[in-house]
Structures are given as structure tokens and as C-alpha cells.
């Protein structure tokens, strides 16, 4: 499956942005989905995942009660809704997929800078 990501751009804290992830050539149902970040200098950071059914959800420490995960599987999407952004948040935002029968994400978005402004 190939992912490509889009939403990312420049907000001041404390607002909001909608980031979008657009799958094409698999079956996107059979598929887990995560958004993950990566800050300058950072190791990458798993933000929100979402499981193929779109039922079960999980979000790290740092993004939970602010980011909400969404799949719509009859489009082949899946969102990720920022508010209460930060500047912490400042990061390179990657989609990614792996199979619901896999342990590694093996399907990746090229990634889209989200950039919050204090």
C-alpha cells in the first residue's frame, strides 16, 4: 500500500490542524495505522495509532486528550486532528501501515511538517 500524507503547516500554539493520510494499492482494511513524528535532533516518536476496524485507539503521553486518530476505511484514509497544539509538537508528522497479522510498520508516508509557533 502506498501512503501519502498531507495537512501539515505553520499555527500558532494553542491551535489546531487536521492532518490526512490517503492509501492507494492495498487493502487498507487489513491494515493498523499510526501517525508518528520526528523533532530535529529527536528519535521518532509513536503519536497515535488506530486499529483496522477503526474501534481501538491509543495515543502517547504527550498528545493524549489534545490528538484525536480517525480511520475511514470506504475512503482509505485515516486523519489525525491536532488541537491545543504546542510548540513541543513541532515535528515531521509520518503516516504509516503494517498488516493487523504484523509486528513491524512496513508501509510509510514521506511525511509532512507540522510547526507550531509560541
Known amino acids: 500500500v502506498q501512503l501519502q500524507a498531507s495537512g501539515g503547516g505553520l499555527v500558532q500554539s494553542g491551535g489546531s490542524l487536521r492532518l490526512s493520510c490517503a492509501a492507494s494499492?492495498?487493502?487498507?482494511?487489513?491494515?493498523?495505522m499510526g501517525w508518528f513524528r520526528q523533532a530535529p535532533g529527536k528519535e521518532r516518536e509513536r503519536v497515535a495509532v488506530?486499529?483496522?476496524?477503526?474501534?481501538?485507539?491509543s495515543y502517547a503521553d504527550s498528545v493524549k486528550g489534545r490528538f484525536t486518530i480517525s480511520r475511514d476505511n470506504a475512503r482509505n484514509t485515516v486523519h489525525l486532528q491536532m488541537n491545543s497544539l504546542k510548540p513541543e509538537d513541532t515535528a515531521v508528522y509520518y503516516c504509516?501501515?503494517?498488516?493487523?497479522?504484523?509486528?513491524?510498520?512496513?508501509?510509510w508516508g514521506q511525511g509532512t511538517l507540522v510547526t507550531v509557533s509560541s
Open positions: 504509516a501501515g503494517r498488516d493487523y497479522s504484523a509486528t513491524h510498520y512496513d508501509h
Open positions: 494499492g492495498g487493502t487498507f482494511s487489513r491494515y493498523v
Open positions: 488506530v486499529s483496522w476496524g477503526g474501534v481501538i485507539t
